[in-house]
């Protein structure tokens, strides 16, 4: 049965059209995993790898062939996947059935029905990144002409990546700081309140609003808004 394919300069074009104001980091890796699938003329499956502080997590994948296989390498932080991220290259895998570098993998990966592999590191931010792990049934999937286009299409999807990585970090430090700043007006709009009612310094009323949270068990600005909030309340029915 024929294997629908996505032309590789098609698949790369997609990969420049994403909006990342549009779709989140994990929408983009999921786009990624599903085009690399679409590229190749052989059927297989695909999973894009995050590493962190060298721990490894499946960010995107089309499909649960070599979960377990992942998920305990993963943990045991011996994986692949993380050696082509450590040496930037390409590492295949022709035959599982005859792969000794990796023992437990490779016992796993048969168990789970995977015949052959390809791994892509993938360069996403300096303390960020990936891997692009393709996966087929059949021993012996990749030739060199599939490698390549593989590697084309990573070094493509790499800089979607890293483009992804940027924005959502941008977009996340972004909401932090709304979210610190609203909750230092809500803590100085506080200090102003118990000024007024206490007569005090603003140190003071710093003291004073600190102890309401710690009576309540509530964070200071969570105790800060809750303030302005019955002030704001007894304002509207004076």
């Given at each position: 049965?024929?294997?629908?394919?996505?032309?590789?300069?098609?698949?790369?074009a997609e990969l420049g059209r994403i909006k990342l104001g549009e779709v989140g980091l994990d929408d983009v890796l999921q786009r990624v995993a599903e085009l690399a699938k679409r590229v190749l003329p052989t059927p297989v499956e695909v999973w894009v790898t995050l590493v962190r502080g060298g721990t490894g997590r499946t960010?995107?994948?089309?499909?649960?062939?070599?979960?377990?296989?992942?998920?305990?390498?993963?943990a045991q932080r011996r994986h692949l996947c993380l050696d082509a991220v450590a040496s930037g290259d390409i590492l295949p895998?022709?035959?599982?059935?005859t792969e000794d570098r990796w023992p437990d993998r490779t016992e796993r990966g048969l168990k789970t029905g995977?015949?052959?592999?390809?791994s892509i590191g993938l360069p996403?931010?300096?303390?960020?990144?990936?891997?692009?792990?393709?996966?087929?049934?059949?021993?012996?999937?990749?030739?060199?002409?599939t490698i390549t286009v593989?590697?084309?299409?990573?070094?493509?999807?790499?800089?979607?990546?890293?483009?992804?990585?940027?924005?959502?970090?941008?977009?996340?430090?972004a909401q932090q700081m709304q979210e610190a700043m609203a909750s230092r007006a809500a803590i100085e709009q506080a200090k102003g309140i118990i000024m007024a009612e206490r007569h005090c310094t603003p140190t003071e009323a710093f003291a004073i609003l600190t102890k309401v949270s710690q009576d309540s068990s509530a964070k200071v600005r969570d105790?800060?808004?809750?303030?302005?909030?019955?002030?704001?309340?007894?304002?509207?029915?004076s």
């Open positions: 049965m024929s294997h629908p394919t996505t032309d590789p300069a098609d698949a790369f960010a995107a994948s089309t499909h649960d062939l070599a979960r377990g296989m992942n998920e305990r390498q993963y895998v022709p035959d599982l059935a995977v015949g052959s592999s390809v996403v931010q300096e303390a960020v990144v990936g891997t692009l792990n393709v996966y087929a049934r059949t021993p012996h999937a990749f030739d060199d002409d593989l590697k084309t299409f990573a070094a493509y999807a790499a800089v979607a990546l890293a483009n992804a990585h940027l924005y959502d970090s941008t977009a996340t430090l105790a800060a808004q809750a303030l302005v909030d019955r002030a704001a309340r007894k304002s509207s029915t």
